[in-house]
T-cell receptor, first 107, second 123 residues
Framework: DIQMTQSPSTLSASVGDRVTITCRAS??????LAWYQQKPGKAPKLLIY???SLESGVPSRFSGSGSGTEFTLTISSLQPDDFATYYC?????????FGQGTKVEIE | EVQLVESGGGLVQPGGSLRLSCAAS????????MTWVRQAPGKGLEWVAN??????????VDSVKGRFTISRDNARNSLYLQMNSLRAEDTAVYYC?????FGSGWSYYFDYWGQGILVTVSS
């Protein structure tokens, strides 16, 4: 199985901060990576696919980069609505696997 | 508008069975891969299983192989997850989710999700 490791597990930040979350794959996955945002009691929401493609309707302050085994999700200027948990997911092989999540908290 | 609505969850004893359903609307259900993802209380997301448009391909995470079955009824726009020999560790919110690509031969990520349904396995 492809293991996905996110860092950090928790991140404390303030409104307006630039935030970066890292996701590492245990083997090569090309650009077959998606990012999701999840708020408590809600279903995940797709943010980024194919490592760097922004899903329609997602604010441009979200961006993704990377390929191979190392990927990042960046929020250029953190907004109040962005406090949530973020997950990466690989779709290069089976089983599909998610990172353990990164919780973005208010500092 | 794409909608996915799960049903069939609840409390079941260890060793018991449960069948989850996901009613789809707002898109051509028969043209998309569909997936089940679960989330144990306070934990992260875990991919469970998926099924190709015509049901000809199905994939499962190892922890449910031989116990869970995924199926679909394209005439009824419905996805199912039959869960047998349930264990305490199967306790989770179960989400159905749609793949983004119409008519694809490959499953990718998930662009639409249901609201989730809670399954609790406990005596």
């Amino acid at each position: 199985d492809i293991q996905m490791t996110q860092s950090p597990s928790t991140l404390s930040a303030s409104v307006g901060d630039r935030v970066t979350i890292t996701c590492r794959a245990s083997q090569y996955i090309s650009s077959w990576l998606a990012w999701y945002q999840q708020k408590p009691g809600k279903a995940p929401k797709l943010l980024i696919y194919k490592a760097s493609s922004l899903e329609s309707g997602v604010p441009s302050r979200f961006s993704g980069s990377g390929s191979g085994t190392e990927f990042t999700l960046t929020i250029s200027s953190l907004q109040p609505d962005d406090f949530a948990t973020y997950y990466c997911q690989q779709y290069n092989g089976y089983p599909r696997t998610f990172g353990q999540g990164t919780k973005v908290e208010i500092e | 508008e794409v909608q996915l609505v799960e049903s069939g969850g609840g409390l079941v004893q260890p060793g018991g069975s449960l069948r989850l359903s996901c009613a789809a609307s707002g898109f051509t259900f028969s043209s998309y891969w569909m997936t089940w993802v679960r989330q144990a209380p306070g934990k992260g997301l875990e991919w469970v299983a998926n099924i190709k448009q015509d049901g000809s391909e199905k994939y499962f995470v190892d922890s449910v192989k031989g116990r869970f079955t995924i199926s679909r009824d394209n005439a009824r726009n419905s996805l199912y997850l039959q869960m047998n020999s349930l264990r305490a560790e199967d306790t989770a919110v179960y989400y159905c989710a749609r793949d983004p690509v119409f008519g694809s031969g490959w499953s990718y990520y998930f662009d639409y999700w249901g609201q989730g349904i809670l399954v609790t396995v406990s005596s």
